[in-house]
Nanobody, 123 residues
């Protein structure tokens, strides 16, 4: 099996910063895309940022210029540095990864989600 475990959420004042981490573990052969999504109460889950194994990144408009996604392939970990946080950034942040599992290489990647970490930004 594969597990994604997020950490780094919390309560911060507007203008502050947080760094989220997500570590993947289990029967991992390789990980292609990794990303962060967020879901506010009553809203759908939306893309925040994604990063490929080669380091190519993609950001939601709301994240551009404030958030930076990065990854450590050796540690199967993805990070999200969030600066200049706003109250509207308040949400549960979920990690996502496309994982090729050991013993299932010819099945292609499977998509996994973490359990989520709460980010709350006060005004």
């Amino acid at each position: 099996q594969v597990q994604l475990v997020e950490s780094g959420g919390g309560l911060v004042q507007a203008g502050g910063s947080l760094r989220l981490s997500c570590a993947a573990s289990g029967t991992i052969f390789s990980i292609s895309a990794m990303g962060w999504y967020r879901q506010a109460p009553g809203e759908q889950r939306d893309l925040v940022a994604t990063i490929t194994a080669g380091g190519s990144t993609n950001y939601a408009e709301s994240a551009k210029g404030r958030f930076t996604i990065s990854r450590d392939n050796a540690k199967n970990t993805v990070y999200l540095q969030m600066n200049s946080l706003k109250p509207e950034d308040t949400a549960v942040y979920y990690c996502n990864a496309d994982v090729v599992r050991i013993g299932k290489v010819f099945s292609g990647p499977q998509n996994y989600w973490g359990q989520g970490t709460q980010v709350a930004v006060s005004s």
